[in-house]
Each structure stands twice: as C-alpha cells, then as structure tokens.
C-alpha cells in the first residue's frame, strides 16, 4: 500500500502526520523527456546496505539518552532552551521512525532508491573529472552581463503546445543573458540549455533569476497581483563550527533582514516557508527579528528526519551538534487584500509534521514545496518562488546566486 503510493507519487503516508517521500519521484514530476538520475541523487548514505546490524530506534535512543544525560549539566542556559525544543519534537520524530521502521516493504523500496527507474548502463556515477560551473565567480566578473545562455526548444513544443503532431525535429534557439535577468521555459516541456559548453536541462513552465543578493529587488512584481503566494527560503546562515565544510558563501543574520519577503508576497498573502539550522541563537533571531520584521505570523513546523539507505537515522537523535532533522517554519505574510474578504479560506497547518527521506548532496534539501500548497492563500495555481535555491521545479521562479547548480545535465538521464 505504502510503496504504491510512493511509486506513483513520491509520498508516502507513514501515520496522520509522517511521510516517507523520495524526492527523486518528486522532482521527476517537473520533467517529461529527462529523469532525474537516483544515482546522482542519492549521493551519500547508501554506503551501509550490508551492515548486519539492523534498524533500532530504541537502541539509538538509550545510546544518546547516556550521551545527552552526560552532558545536560554542561549546557549554557541558550543550549538548555534548545534541548528543551528537542525534547518536545523528539516523540513526533520517533514515532514518524517507528512507522517506517515497521512498513517493511517500503524499506525494501528505500533500499534500492538508488538503483531505481534505470537500466544498466543509466545508473551513472558522477564524473570526478568532468568540473561544474562555478556561478558566484561567472557572476562576479565584469564581464558577467556580457555572458549568454542558450535555450534550445525542440520544434515539437510547439506543434504539440498548439495540438497538433510533431513534425520533423528542428531545435529553435533563444539566446539571453544568463545573469541577473528572468531566463524563463515557458512551454510545456523540459529543454535543454547551454553554458559555456556545459549543458543544463530547464523543467517545464519554470524561470530562474541567477544574480547576488543585492539584485532581488529585481524579482519584486511590477503588476499589484503579480506577486508569490508561497515562499521557501532557505538561506545560507552562518554555521557556527569552523570545521564544517564550506560549499557556498555564507552571510551574516542581519543580511537576511533586508530581504523584501513582503513586497514578494501576492495581494492575497503568502505562505512564507523558511529552512532553519538547530542552534538557539538562530532560532532566537528568526522569532524575534527576522518574522517581525518580514511581517510574517509564525503557524507551525516541519521536521524533515534525515535516514540511511537501511532505515536508520543518519545519527544519534540526541546528539547536540548533529541532529539527524532539520526544520522548517512556516509563517503567514498578509498580502494587501487579506483582510478585504478576498481570500480563500485556509486549511489549518498542522504542526510537528515529519517527513522522512535519504539526504542528497550537501545541504540539498527535499522538495517538499508542492505538499505545502494545501496551505497557500490565493487562487490555484499558486504562484511560487524559492529563494537561494539550487535547482529548479516546474511552476516555480528559483533566484539565487546559482540556481542551475543541480540542473546540470550531469544529474539527470534522458527518457
Ligand atoms: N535550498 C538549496 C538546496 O536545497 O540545494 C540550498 C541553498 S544553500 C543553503 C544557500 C544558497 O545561497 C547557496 O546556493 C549559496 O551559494 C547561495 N548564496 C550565498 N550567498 C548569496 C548571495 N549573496 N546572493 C545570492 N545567493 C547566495
């Protein structure tokens, strides 16, 4: 039942409020002639299959109850508010695990993720070799407006877009500046695009805006009801620990207040959808400065539970510096006509939702954006944007300084 429901769809229903979701199917429902590829996805933790210890979540607990035991008396009063937070979360995180732990034909699924949907020779391993474009130093330069970025529509978009056949293949090209402009594919099928002689594929009805932060101001609506009713952001915050590895540029809080979320938002409102670390001073800040000052009203949280390939929690659920989970706060922004009766009635959020999935690359995170929309204010279909985003989706605009990071073509398989 479960695996059906996640082969069709990509989610799965653990309990009322737990998902297993695959976000390779996710993210496939934005493509017709590519896939993404599980292999080029599914990146880490698929290293344990043969590990003869089994999934124990009640093991893992005891282990990190002894841990967190060990150390609660050396926490300062910030890391003790953070451990209470913990505390709360833990039972619905637990209690998601547990679910999928028992739904065994679904963990035989989750165990060939990575093999899934490809035929031999499809299944490819991503070149060590063969470098990928470095955005931030293209962008950079002073040469950076000069730079261009090919779209090559397929003929048959058209034919097919006006109900007709596809005739003979011929590939119409639009070239436009790849950097701080609205590069969009408006039609109805995914395409391919170059840059400097690497090759991207851009989903179906989507855009990105590849530009710094300074030039958001660029993507605010000209129109009055031009504006988005949901935004996820997942910014890049500063990690506190030196030894992380840096992939991408961090920036200090008080850059996040200038965000313009509100003039963002459409005249019915937004759902504002916001990715946070697990340190108490961030969360502080994303309460106290940065909603108020974005004008967004806190509603709930999401919890994404991060598993291996078997089952298990990529770590301890108790370890103070490495929670297995990230949240996601979800927050309303009042749009101009929010309180003239123009907008639809809502579903209420419910709160401590867990979804479970295998993290891809670095800070991926999974693509939950299409099972927020029950909660969107506004008229259907939702107009969406996602801030900092490294990928792109169909129906939705990505900004942020590399958008095409996974869009390289070295992450997907041709149908
Ligand atoms: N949500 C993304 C994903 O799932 O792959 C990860 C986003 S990552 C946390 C933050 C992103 O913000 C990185 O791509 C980083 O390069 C980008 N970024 C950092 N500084 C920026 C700036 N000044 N302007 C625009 N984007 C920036």
Redo the contacts with the bound molecule.
């Keep these: 039942m479960e695996e059906n429901q996640l082969m069709e769809s990509g989610v799965s229903e653990l309990n009322s409020n737990a998902f297993f979701i695959d976000p390779v199917r996710i993210l496939n429902h934005s493509y017709t002639r590519f896939r993404v590829s599980p292999s080029t996805y599914y990146s880490r933790f698929f290293d344990s299959l043969n590990s003869a210890q089994s999934p124990k979540a009640s093991e893992d607990s005891r282990k990190g109850k002894r841990k967190r035991k060990k150390k609660i008396q050396s926490l300062n009063e910030r890391e003790q508010i953070a451990d209470r937070r913990h505390q709360e979360v833990k039972p619905f995180l637990l209690k998601a695990h547990e679910a999928l732990l028992e739904a065994t034909d679904l963990l035989k699924v989750l165990r060939n993720l990575r093999n899934d949907v490809c035929s031999v020779g499809e299944c490819k391993e991503l070149s060590q070799e063969s470098s990928e474009l470095s955005f ?1 130093e293209l962008g950079g330069v002073w040469q950076a407006p000069l730079c261009e970025i090919v779209l090559n529509y397929q003929q048959d978009d058209k034919t097919l877009q006006n109900g007709g056949f596809p005739l003979a293949q011929s590939i119409e090209q639009k070239v436009t500046p790849a950097f701080n402009n609205l590069v969009a594919n408006e039609g109805s099928y995914d395409i391919e695009a170059e840059l400097f002689n690497h090759k991207y594929i851009i989903p179906k009805r989507s855009c990105f805006y590849m530009s ?2 300074q030039q958001i101001d660029s993507l605010i609506p000209a129109g009055s009801d031009c504006g988005f009713n949901l935004i996820v952001i ?3 915050w500063e990690n506190g620990s030196a030894r992380q590895k840096v992939r ?2 961090t ?1 200090p809080n008080r850059y996040f207040l200038s965000l313009p979320v509100k003039q963002l938002c459409h005249t019915s409102g937004a759902l504002v959808a916001l990715w946070v670390t697990n340190r108490e001073k961030l969360r502080d800040f994303v309460e106290n400065d940065l909603f108020p000052k974005w004008g967004v009203t806190y509603a709930a949280s999401f919890y994404w539970l991060k598993v291996k390939a078997n089952g298990m929690l990529t770590g301890e659920l108790d370890l103070f510096h490495h929670r297995p989970y990230e949240c996601l706060l979800l927050g309303y922004c009042d749009g101009k006509d929010t309180h003239s009766g123009n907008s639809t009635r809502l579903n209420p959020i419910p709160d401590n939702r867990v979804f479970i999935s295998v993290p891809g690359d670095y ?3 999974p693509p939950i954006g299409e099972l927020l929309l029950d909660y969107v204010p506004g008229s259907m279909p939702a107009r969406c944007v996602e801030l ?4 792109m989706i169909a129906g939705w605009t990505s900004w ?3 958008p095409l ?2 869009q390289d073509s070295r992450y997907f398989v041709s149908k």
Excluded: Q, T, V
């Excluded at 900092?388 to 990928?391: D, H, L, V």
């Design positions: 931030m710094d932060m997942d910014p890049p991408y540029p920036l800070s991926r995170k900092f985003a490294r990928e942020g300084n590399e990071h996974f």
